[in-house]
């Protein structure tokens, strides 16, 4: 037994059930190896995909719902422009996006996850990814998504939203477009930030430039397009450099 600030802290060696230590880091160094399968399997099928755009939302969104019609058309607006649509393939928003992209001209992506409940993946998909673990899945969304567009959703959907925010703020990935669609969805969310997080010092005013909100689909495809006039939209070697490390 080693001290440590006082503390005994028992050496793996010194373990008295060896074979218990010996099969759990046996489990542990095979489940490693699925983790680096997804990640393998998704840098195959999507390194060369792009330009592309991820479109999130609910789950529980119904197809006669107005976001998930919304979702749809802005979809198929950005797969005639030429961008594959990435969604997180389930039902919902997620089905909106990839039922409108699979119409379009581009390809409809969807990033599966296997989930106890709820997530069932939808059929309007050419290229279709499944993964077991979440981080893997969301370096997958940042990692090939030239834009955001994001439906009003719940817990997952706040949390991907979360997830790019931080990434760029931080300056672990290039800024992309992220858009909010849904104007009485968002509004409220976006005024507590200003209220609480801005005027508290918690992030800059200038992180809130970050988001757009734009509810018309033709608008939302035009403002994918204004922000690149002026960069390429294909990531630098650095932005690439970047990405290997979230």
């Not at 008295?16 to 489990?27: G, I, L, P, Q, Y």
């Not at 969805?185 to 200003?194: A, N, S, T, V, Y």
Request: aromatic share 10%.
């Amino acid at each position: 037994m080693e001290q440590r600030d006082g503390k005994k802290v028992p050496r793996l060696h010194q373990v008295a059930d060896s074979e218990r230590v010996t099969a759990k880091k046996a489990r542990e160094s095979w489940h490693m190896f699925t983790i680096m399968a997804e990640f393998i399997e998704s840098t195959e099928r999507l390194s060369e995909l792009r330009p592309a755009v991820t479109i999130f939302g609910s789950a529980r969104s119904k197809s006669d719902d107005p976001y998930y019609l919304l979702a749809a058309d802005v979809a198929r607006r950005l797969s005639d422009a030429g961008f594959a649509v990435i969604s997180g393939g389930g039902p919902g928003i997620m089905e909106a996006a990839n039922k409108g992209a699979f119409e379009g001209t581009s390809p409809s992506v969807g990033l599966n996850i296997e989930l106890p409940h709820e997530q069932v993946s939808n059929i309007w998909q050419n290229i279709s990814l499944s993964f077991r673990h979440f981080f893997a899945r969301k370096v997958a969304f940042v990692k090939y998504s030239d834009a955001y567009v994001v439906l009003p959703g719940g817990f997952g959907t706040l949390d991907e939203l979360s997830e790019v925010l931080v990434l760029m703020q931080t300056g672990k990935i290039r800024r992309i477009p992220v858009i909010l669609v849904g104007t009485t969805f968002w509004r409220g969310l976006l005024d507590w930030m200003k209220k609480q997080l801005v005027a508290t010092g918690m992030i800059e005013p200038k992180d809130l430039a970050l988001v757009q909100l734009i509810d018309e689909p033709a608008n939302i495809v035009d403002a994918i397009f204004a922000f690149y006039e002026a960069r390429d939209i294909e990531p630098s070697e650095e932005d690439r450099q970047k990405t290997l490390y979230l």
